[in-house]
């Protein structure tokens, strides 16, 4: 896509590592009548000092900084004057305020078990979220407080008359949720998790009805509040990207764009739709090879041209502007300088020890700080585990006690070497990535398989620090590849769905205590049970990224009940559930109900999988051949299918790399269903080889009456097996 603006990278500064919302910009000084004037900035790292920057005599320096202390993980602008000109810092459980001057007037300890995750100041609001706690407090005092049972990631406060605020919670569980008064929390459900709230604003007026919001998959929407405080949301972008970690609206030119900056370190700028134009257009992409912590618009380097200033995870500060280089007064000046800083920093890393993992202290080892995530890629029932550090990568080490199929990934360059290991050992997968010089971010991609949990270490070195090694340990569930389901607190409205199979347990165990099993069972567990007020239950809804049946769950003191279509999951929360509560020398009584029925429902959902599959496979193979006997080159001389497959064979072999074998896991899903299903119905345990060979005719003809058949039903209705489990 065309970009219709030109920036100008300048960078001004290096800090600690930084968390996302750690940047401010304050409000210009007075200058003269109708002229605008540059602005300074604050930015808070993880070694807990606070920078102040500035222009003064001509060229950007620090205007106060403050001494170490506990990471920062947010700022936010406060103060009863508008613009606002306070700043507030949160570390820990603690908030502090400063004056643009550096000046301590407040150092509040808000009594949170947890530290602040997200902050929002407005007047003498104050609004802290730690984990799932959302607390208010004015002038320092307890207002309200909601507790909301999932991860709360961000927050803002906005005015809804005198002494009222509205609170605006992005939450976890793919659902806004906005709190006035007293009122119970009316819920926006979406199709994402947000994880950016950030008021809308036309140069310094921020609105009071309209907050940005950006998703963990990527999308920009635009929130926006009615007269009776009603939520409702106007998507601008609703492509899947890279996940937003900063948000701002500035005026660059003529209107006012929106500003993103994503994990995966790009800026873009987008004009907001209009009427004439409904469509957002791209005016502007910039990499900047790490992910985003901040992004904001201001005037920074210059009163007359205004700019973007970024900060990124490692602590880079730099901006884009809008001035052309030919007008760059200080052009020669700053690559001077730019040079002679170059040099020193040379010269001190020469000086630096290169045999000893520590530094400063010698009973302090050197920690590296990582930032890591892994996400569940619905698409095609991957995960993408992304890992960024403060400095450059040397080595990865994967090591997995559970089978995992590792992906390539476009986005690495990092080369990939795999190691023999012994199961019997408990190694499944040994792997290391050896990354090029200046990688600080890596993404693994790789497919789990259901019904074996297990856990994933990845081990990271540094090339500047190769004695000094950080490890990562993640639990993979047994139903790792389902996605919770977040739609209006329904079921999904499918006619189509179902017949379930049906497990029920009662026993004496408590509503937290089978909370904690299913959180070993399945991924995305809130952080406390879905509780429904009028029904005294819990309740998780999933779907399978691999197969798409569902999985409800509901639960309650001493009595769980689990629905599916697919008798394979019923089977593995069966499995796991049990076990936990025999360790626990717990009591329960089980209980099957077995629908005939569902089976075909499942067949019938992974058999166009499958076909499409095979299809796949058969056309690489015929790509292969007629590149063999070199048949590609006269296309025309061959008949109608292969000369479309020669032209779709760009997107035909993107297709397979991405997924190779997915035949034959689609198989494999198949073979574990009838297994499955021969445990449920009879109580009789086959071996998976006997599965292959009863169902070998029907998944080598792919005909669905033959799937259908090899899965023999003699009996109609529902099968109630009660088993008694000491």
Known sequence: MLQTLQLTRVDYASVGVTSRATTLLLPPSEAAVGKPNTQSFVVGDHDGVLHVYGQKRGELQVLFKSLPGPKISRLSLGGASVPKDKIFLAHGNTVMGYTRKGKVFLEFDTSLMEPISAMSILGSDLA???????????????????????????????????????????????????????????????????????????????????????????????????????????WLLNKAASEVRSLDSFKIDDSVDLIIGRQDGSIEIFTFPTEDDPIPMRRFQYSAGESISCVLGGRISSADFPELLVTTYSGKIFGLTSQPVDQNQHGDAALVKLQAELQQLADELKKEP????????????????????????????????FLELDRSIDNVLVQSDTPLELIDSENNNAVLSLSSCNPSEGNYVLATYRCQDNTNRLEIKFRSIEGQPGTLRVYVTSQLQPKCCRRIQVHLCALSLHARIHANDQEPRDEHIGPFNELRLTGGFSMAEMHAWLALSLPEVPERPSIKAEEAEASLLY????????????????????????????????????????????????????????????????????????????????????????????????????????????????????????????????????????????????????????????????????????????????????????
């Not at 407090?137 to 809804?160: F, Q, T």
């Open 354 to 385: 290169t045999g000893s993992p520590f530094f400063g202290d010698n009973l302090k080892p050197l920690v590296l700080s990582l930032n890591h995530r892994l996400a569940l890629n619905q698409e095609d029932a991957s995960y993408t585990f």
């Open 543 to 726: 779907r399978s990224t691999a197969v798409g049946t569902i999985v409800k769950c509901r639960y309650r003191k001493g009595v769980a009940n689990f629905q599916s279509e697919n008798i394979t999951s019923i089977i593995l929360l069966r499995d796991i559930l049990t076990k936990e509560a025999t360790k626990r020398k717990i009591k329960l009584e089980v209980y099957f109900d077995v629908s005939e029925a569902s089976m075909s429902r499942v067949i019938e959902l992974i058999y166009p999988k499958l076909t499409q599959a095979k299809t796949l496979l058969e056309r690489i193979k015929c790509l292969d051949a007629l590149e063999e006997w070199e048949m590609k080159n006269n296309p025309k001389e061959l008949c109608t299918e292969y000369q479309y497959i020669i032209n779709d064979e760009t997107e035909l072999r993107a297709k397979y790399k991405n997924d190779p074998h997915a035949l034959k896991r689609l198989q494999g899903i198949v073979v574990d269903l009838y297994v499955d299903w021969e445990r449920a119905k009879g109580s009789r345990r086959i071996s998976n080889k006997q599965a292959e060979e009863k169902l070998q005719d029907a998944l080598e003809s792919m005909e669905l009456s033959a799937l259908l058949r090899a899965f023999v039903i003699k009996d109609t209705g529902l099968i109630s097996a009660p088993v008694l489990l000491q």
């Open 128 to 234: 802290a979220c730690a984990r799932d706690l959302y607390h208010r407090y004015r002038d320092c005092k307890d207002a309200d407080s909601y507790l909301a049972g999932e991860k709360l990631l961000d927050v803002v406060l906005l005015p809804a008359g005198p002494n009222v605020v509205i609170a605006i919670l992005a939450c976890a569980d793919c659902a806004i949720r906005v709190l006035h008064s007293t009122k119970s929390p009316a819920v926006l459900r979406l199709p994402s998790v947000p994880t950016v709230l950030t008021p809308y604003r036309d140069e310094d007026k921020e609105s009071y009805e309209h907050v940005l919001m950006g998703t963990m998959d990527g999308k920009v929407g635009l929130l926006m509040l009615d007269k009776e405080k009603n939520i409702r949301v106007s």
